[in-house]
């Protein structure tokens, strides 16, 4: 008769713990340097000159079209043959940053082609700036329509920072493996985490929809001098 024993894997909870601010920390980092990633080519992709357009559309592609695991991979173990050696937290934060902003790009760029042409033209009227148009009128209401699949799209790229521990970067994932190897309960450990990453799931989502309009693109809006 299988006998299960979570109480072999709670005693470690500190690591457990541990773990799991370290996931928090990644994503946040990734979350606001991937979403400004996203807008700025976002912005390249709508308004900007013919090579920069290029540029982006093809990045976009480029990660959207490889894995995510071989994106953190490539980053931490090809770019050392190229001389240029990161840390697993530093090259987490790329890979995740990198990852977020190919995303969040595809989606701030449907909400700024849904902008109304009227209200462009109303603004363009008041001798705005095109970088006074772009980051008063139409980024906060873009935000704002395209801010749920935002949301889901951060709460993925936490999810996916499991495999950051695949180059030792401390995270949940990690100190699971960690646990697993000391007292072999990988289904006790498994679920733990699994239950931990679902409870950071929900309350990151609920986080986000409430900042949204609190602190992001209900606030996006610099005099643009």
Do not use: K
Request: proline letters at 5%; one cysteine or more.
């Amino acid at each position: 008769m299988i006998q299960l024993d979570f109480a072999a894997v709670l005693v470690d909870w500190p690591l457990l713990l541990r773990g799991a601010a370290f996931t928090l920390g990644l994503t946040a980092v990734a979350a606001v340097l991937g979403v400004a990633l996203g807008i700025a080519c976002a912005r390249a992709r709508t308004h900007g000159p013919a090579p920069v357009r290029a540029l982006a559309a093809a990045y976009v592609e480029l990660i959207r079209n490889t894995p995510f695991i071989v994106q953190l991979f490539f980053i931490f173990f090809g770019l050392p043959s190229l001389g240029l050696r990161l840390s697993s937290e530093t090259a987490s934060i790329i890979a995740m940053t990198l990852n977020l902003g190919a995303y969040a790009a595809e989606i701030v760029r449907a909400g700024i082609e849904s902008t109304p042409r009227g209200q462009l033209e109303a603004a363009r009227s008041l001798a705005m700036s095109e970088r006074q148009v772009f980051l008063r009128v139409v980024l906060p209401p873009a935000l704002g329509r395209v801010w749920p699949a935002m949301v889901s799209q951060i709460v993925i790229v936490m999810l996916g920072s499991a495999v950051c521990g695949q180059i030792a970067a401390q995270e949940l994932s990690y100190y699971t493996n960690l646990i697993m190897s000391r007292n072999f309960r990988s289904f006790e450990a498994n679920f733990v985490a699994a239950a931990m990453y679902l409870a950071m799931a929900v309350l990151l989502r609920q986080a986000l929809v409430w900042a949204g309009p609190r602190w992001i693109f209900g606030r996006i809006a610099p005099t643009g001098r």
